[in-house]
């Protein structure tokens, strides 16, 4: 018998990983996915047309976030990036498939990190845990 591993709504990684590959999960079925604490990187294009996906948690040790990792998750509302992020890569949901992105850091921390000057408005947001929010802006 064969196993369909992305049939499932809920995706446990184990926590051996520290990486998480290159269209690892593309297309899957998930609806939930907390990423563990042990995971530092995640690759391009890793979580790419989860369509479903409506919940993420990622670890606040994470280093990296690879280009477009999370590309056409339109379900997904927002996604919260951990201060401590050293890399986030083009496009991180592709062309503003989600609501907003959000940052657990200063805007001291957010311009230190490789990438970060793609995204294009910061916003201060009072109301909410998060310190800053980058809104789904155009280029003009």
Not at 26 to 42: A, C, Q
Request: contains cysteine; proline residues 4%; glycine residues 6%.
């Amino acid at each position: 018998t064969k196993t369909l591993m992305f049939a499932a709504k809920d995706l446990i990684i184990p926590s051996s990983v520290e990486r998480i590959g290159p269209y690892a999960y593309h297309s899957s079925t998930i609806e939930t996915l907390t990423i563990p604490e042990n995971v530092l990187y995640i690759d391009a294009y890793a979580f790419n047309n989860c369509s479903k996906l409506v919940e993420l948690n990622l670890p606040v040790t994470l280093k990296e976030i690879g280009e477009s990792a999370f590309n056409k998750c339109n379900a997904l509302p927002y996604i919260v990036l951990p201060s401590s992020l050293e890399k986030i890569g083009l496009s991180l949901g592709g062309n503003g498939t989600y609501r907003k992105l959000c940052y657990y850091g200063t805007m001291d921390m957010w311009n230190q990190i490789e990438g970060s000057n793609s995204y294009y408005q910061f916003y201060y947001n009072k109301t909410k845990s998060f310190h800053f929010c980058i809104f789904n802006c155009k280029t003009s």
